[in-house]
């Protein structure tokens, strides 16, 4: 799939950009704080629904304007598809009267009003652009797949199963839904201090339904990694000439002390860290899909139940994919604590190609690839790695500030374009000048 | 700009409605005013006769102007079937069908600690008591799939199944004239953990 062009208004700092986009390899060039990250952003806004580092719909909107707009024409299997999301923040008040004050019925604080479209029909929510666009992208914040907590490895591998399985997203959802419902269950019982039998009835409800959602998530991230481990392996051994050899676990997360009755809710926390895993054996592929999400339901019902007292004085749910953790191993040892700076960024360089060739594998389809910043940053045998990974017909697009350090094969056929305080320009001039 | 106080209560009054803001709150506040005298009397009329009127029917929790409902006063009516809905609503589009000759039993509401509505909100416990009493064969449980429907299912079945009563729960699947291949799939694992012998 292709995107064929791309229109933002009032995006961030691009008050106005049409891009049309090359097939092949796209550049853009531009100073730092330009706007080349907040394009990628858009793409990916119109590809998953969500900025990954917008914390609020608020922050898409240029400063000082009331409304902004992405669309993207995409060329697919589909054929052509017109993906659109737009913000747009309601009237700030409006004034009545009540009972002699004047009182202003209040619209500020109600949130940024959504609009999101494909191809002209409005979808209920952002979700309905899940699945249309497919991108991988590789930045140099992913060093947090390794560097960073436990969220940024279960954020990667849950949207990896979005791009393969868009519909996956009512799973997730659900789950979601669960915890917010259970975790404010324990925050009442805990609070109301005794639990009756039919308080413990109403937890075993949700207890049930956290794990059959958090069972089929489980599975579904297992199956996947199982997929995704070998590719990485091979990706990994050729970055390291055949000396590293990549591994994975997938580890259970569950609150370590097991305190055995309500009387202990006094208690202070000791610290919040008590979390210790339940499995801490290295899975290897075959093992990890082996699991069944029945036997996996039936692990988190008894483990719940185990820390049901830990649960209720913690007011929150620890138990269950939300919590969950991938450890990612060289040669048998955690890369997170011991791998050189090298040797990480290599991992990460792995897991996202194996992330690519899983995509094309499985979708039978080429994704988008966005490469912010990183290209520069990886030596040159590395980036022929990238490069024999990139077809040359997959849609690339690249940021940077200079294309010094670029092996000259990305320049090949590449369609240039600026990037200056927000304004995108094709460049005409052969590639070819800017080294 | 503000509106004179009788017309600015109006609005305010109409914004409590469940998905009206203040934009749509304004338009009906002015639609009222735009009414005649005689068409606003009847409004307001209904609002209060509506609201004196109207109850829950001690059996069945049904929204009726007689005690016991239409329903549960039919003679007709199979007394040994009980559907079990969230709310009238509901039991309304089950009646629009004409296929269910039973009672029904309406729980006012599903089970959703964010709400703060626990179990004890809902007619659970009259339930409770109705099942063994009118010796219901068989209770049909017809609530939405969603996470609060399933938990409230999941309470029930609980509940019910010690009482020795048959319990079962409306299937969900794909939709009439949907193409399989097109499904997602919670509908897909749905059909199939509703699928039945034939
Ligand atoms: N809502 C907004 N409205 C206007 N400007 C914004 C908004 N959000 C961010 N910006 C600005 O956009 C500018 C460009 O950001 P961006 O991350 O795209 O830069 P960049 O070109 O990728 O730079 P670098 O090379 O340093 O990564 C930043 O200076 C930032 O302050
Ligand atoms: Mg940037
Ligand atoms: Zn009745």
Not at chain 1, 40 to 58: H, P, Q, V
Not at chain 1, 361 to 390: I, W
Not at chain 2, 140 to 167: C, F, H, M, R, W
Request: charged share 25%; hydrophobic share 40%.
């Amino acid at each position: 799939m292709r995107i064929k062009k791309i229109h933002l208004g009032q995006f961030r700092n691009l008050s106005s950009a049409s891009v049309e986009l090359g097939h092949g390899r796209n550049i853009l060039i531009g100073q730092n704080a330009q706007g080349k990250s907040n394009f990628l952003e858009a793409i990916e806004l119109l590809a998953t629904g969500k900025s990954s580092r917008a914390d609020s719909d608020f922050d898409l909107i240029a400063w000082g304007a009331k409304e902004m707009h992405a669309e993207l024409v995409l060329e697919g299997g589909r054929g052509e598809e017109i993906l659109s999301f737009a913000l747009r923040q309601p009237a700030a008040s409006c004034v009545a009267e009540k009972g002699g004050q004047k009182t202003q019925l209040s619209c500020r604080g109600s949130r940024v009003e959504r609009t999101v479209k494909v191809n002209e029909l409005t979808q209920p929510s952002a979700a309905g652009l899940i699945g249309r666009l497919i991108v991988v992208s590789f930045k140099s914040q992913d060093l947090n797949l390794l560097r960073g907590g436990p969220k940024f490895r279960r954020d990667w591998i849950d949207s990896l199963i979005l791009k393969l399985r868009p519909s996956f997203q009512e799973v997730f959802s659900s789950y979601q839904k669960t915890i917010a419902q259970r975790n404010k269950l324990l925050k009442t019982l805990f609070e109301k201090g005794k639990l009756t039998v039919s308080d413990q009835d109403q937890l075993l409800v949700w207890d049930k339904q956290l794990a059959r959602f958090g069972s089929r998530i489980i599975k579904t991230r297992l199956t996947l990694l199982s997929d995704l481990l070998p590719l990485a392996q091979d990706q990994q051994e050729k970055l390291s000439s055949q000396r590293e050899h990549l591994s994975l676990r997938y580890v259970f997360r569950a609150p370590a002390e097991r305190s055995a009755s309500l009387e202990q809710v006094e208690e202070p926390d000791a610290d919040g860290s008590t979390e210790s895993p339940l499995s801490t054996g290295p899975l290897c592929a075959e093992k990890l899909a082996a699991m069944e999400e029945l036997d996996l339901a039936r692990t988190l019902l008894k483990e719940l139940k185990d820390h049901r007292f830990e649960e209720l004085r913690r007011r929150q749910s620890l138990i269950g994919p939300h919590r969950d953790d991938i450890v990612f191993c060289l040669n048998e040892t955690d890369a997170a604590s011991f791998a050189s700076q090298g040797q990480q960024r290599s991992i990460v360089l792995s897991l996202k190609l194996a992330e690519l060739n899983c995509i094309q594998e499985k979708l039978n389809d080429l994704p988008v690839l966005l490469l912010d910043d990183v290209l520069a940053e990886l030596d040159t045998a590395r980036q022929a790695q990238l490069l024999l990974a990139v077809e040359a017909n997959m849609q690339t697009i690249i940021t940077t500030t200079h294309v010094s350090g670029f092996d000259p094969i990305w320049l090949k056929d590449a369609r240039i374009f600026t990037v200056c305080q927000g304004n995108i320009n094709a460049d005409k001039s052969a590639p070819a000048s800017h080294l | 700009m503000y509106f004179t106080r009788p017309l600015g209560k109006l609005i305010e009054e109409f914004q409590k409605f469940p998905g009206v803001g203040p934009k749509s709150a304004q338009r009906m506040a002015f639609y009222v005013l735009d009414m005649s005298p005689e068409a606003a009397s009847v409004l307001a009329a209904s609002i209060i006769d509506a609201k004196e009127k109207v109850r829950h029917c001690s059996h069945c929790f049904h929204l009726s102007a007689q005690d016991p409902c239409e329903i549960c006063s039919d003679e007709k009516r199979d007394k040994t079937l009980m559907c079990v809905v969230a709310d009238a609503r509901d039991l309304v589009a089950l009646e629009r069908t004409r296929e269910f000759k039973g009672l029904y039993h309406v729980l006012c509401g599903l089970i959703s600690p964010l709400d703060g509505r626990g179990p004890d909100k809902l007619s659970i416990r009259e339930l409770l008591s109705r099942v063994p009493v009118e010796s219901v064969r068989e209770v049909i449980l017809a609530i939405n799939p969603t996470v609060e429907g399933d938990a409230t299912v999941l309470y029930l079945s609980q509940l019910l199944k010690p009482l020795g009563t048959k319990v079962s729960r409306i299937a969900f699947g794909l939709p009439v004239g949907s193409d399989l291949e097109y499904a997602d799939d919670m509908t897909l694992t749905r059909a199939l953990e509703g699928r039945r012998e034939i």
